[in-house]
């Protein structure tokens, strides 16, 4: 068992996925979901299910979603240093298509008000290891808590991980923003097509760009499996082929997946074995796969 933190996004999360064709100016059959969301939390909950120890450092509000996803968290046996603050806790929407993508609609609102002050005190404690989501990076409000984070924990040779979490936002803020942001960082999580933008090119001159500036570096390719690379070493794995009801939360538990292994001292193609197995029992459910010890 590990000692982990990670930093990041915990919202409420609602999951809608159409029964029929969309009636647009009337009422469609749906399946909807609502529990605990976010990119990072879902990490937290996946590792706190393999028998880390966890604790998940962000910010909720002081309503009836942030009271939902702390208990949530905690019920799957995470360390909740949540700090609550007058802002409403973040909320995501998942509109899901029939092949299990999603179109998200996203508010950070208390996301934002988190501090380097808030945080200090969830991270003094002894470690292995610290993963930071890239939510908490690309938002201007929240860019320098996740940078201390990562620079603090590499004085105390902590091993640290980012993940990039979504192009769309990326693009806008510009790709040398996360690249200055994670000089810290020793493992990089991406998609191919976030691997693409943060390495400013096609996938393969992408991974080496990546590789020359992290020390380890895994690319998720969706139905086409997965690339890692740790120095001269690389791997690939295949994905698992499953029915996909909803993707939401997939690479969050690749990336568990992956981190698990990794700190139990796996071989690099094993840890990448163990994501596509991780994200592929995900994708058979409604919402981002939390994981109760209820």
């Given at each position: 068992?590990?000692?982990?933190?990670?930093?990041?996004?915990?919202?409420l999360d609602v999951a809608v996925r159409a029964l029929g064709p969309v009636a647009p100016?009337?009422?469609?059959?749906?399946?909807?979901?609502?529990?605990?969301?976010?990119?990072?939390?879902?990490?937290?909950?996946?590792?706190?299910?393999?028998?880390?120890?966890?604790?998940?450092?962000?910010?909720?509000?002081?309503?009836?979603?942030?009271?939902?996803?702390?208990?949530?968290?905690?019920?799957?046996?995470?360390?909740?240093?949540?700090?609550?603050?007058?802002?409403?806790?973040?909320?995501?929407?998942?509109?899901?298509?029939?092949?299990?993508?999603?179109?998200?609609?996203?508010?950070?609102?208390?996301?934002?008000?988190?501090?380097?002050?808030?945080?200090?005190?969830?991270?003094?404690?002894?470690?292995?290891?610290?993963?930071?989501?890239?939510?908490?990076?690309?938002?201007?409000?929240?860019?320098?808590?996740?940078?201390?984070?990562?620079?603090?924990?590499?004085?105390?040779?902590?091993?640290?991980?980012?993940?990039?979490?979504?192009?769309?936002?990326?693009?806008?803020?510009?790709?040398?923003?996360?690249?200055?942001?994670?000089?810290?960082?020793?493992?990089?999580?991406?998609?191919?097509?976030?691997?693409?933008?943060?390495?400013?090119?096609?996938?393969?001159?992408?991974?080496?760009?990546?590789?020359?500036?992290?020390?380890?570096?895994?690319?998720?390719?969706?139905?086409?499996?997965?690339?890692?690379?740790?120095?001269?070493?690389?791997?690939?794995?295949?994905?698992?082929?499953?029915?996909?009801l909803d993707t939401t939360g997939a690479g969050d538990a690749a990336t568990a997946g992956?981190?698990?292994?990794?700190?139990?001292?796996?071989?690099?193609?094993?840890?990448?074995?163990?994501?596509?197995?991780a994200a592929a029992a995900t994708v058979g459910v409604l919402g981002p796969g939390a994981?109760?010890?209820?």
């Open positions: 068992m590990s000692r982990v933190a990670v930093l990041g996004d915990a919202v100016t009337s009422d469609t059959p749906a399946q909807v979901r609502l529990g605990r969301g976010g990119s990072a939390a879902t990490i937290a909950t996946h590792l706190a299910a393999r028998g880390h120890d966890v604790t998940f450092v962000g910010a909720i509000g002081r309503d009836l979603a942030g009271r939902m996803v702390r208990e949530e968290l905690e019920a799957a046996g995470v360390r909740a240093a949540l700090v609550e603050v007058d802002e409403p806790t973040g909320v995501v929407v998942a509109l899901i298509e029939p092949d299990g993508q999603r179109a998200m609609r996203t508010s950070r609102g208390a996301l934002s008000a988190l501090r380097a002050s808030h945080v200090a005190a969830a991270l003094a404690e002894p470690l292995e290891h610290l993963h930071v989501s890239g939510y908490t990076l690309v938002d201007p409000a929240t860019r320098p808590v996740g940078v201390e984070a990562l620079r603090a924990a590499a004085r105390r040779g902590v091993a640290t991980s980012v993940d990039v979490c979504s192009v769309a936002p990326w693009r806008e803020v510009g790709a040398a923003a996360f690249l200055a942001a994670t000089p810290d960082a020793g493992l990089l999580f991406a998609n191919e097509e976030e691997a693409e933008l943060v390495g400013g090119g096609a996938l393969e001159g992408a991974l080496a760009t990546l590789a020359a500036r992290y020390r380890e570096v895994v690319v998720t390719r969706g139905a086409a499996g997965a690339i890692a690379r740790r120095g001269p070493e690389e791997a690939r794995a295949p994905a698992r082929a499953v029915h996909a992956y981190l698990d292994a990794r700190l139990r001292g796996d071989p690099l193609a094993a840890c990448l074995a163990a994501a596509m197995a994981q109760s010890r209820r």
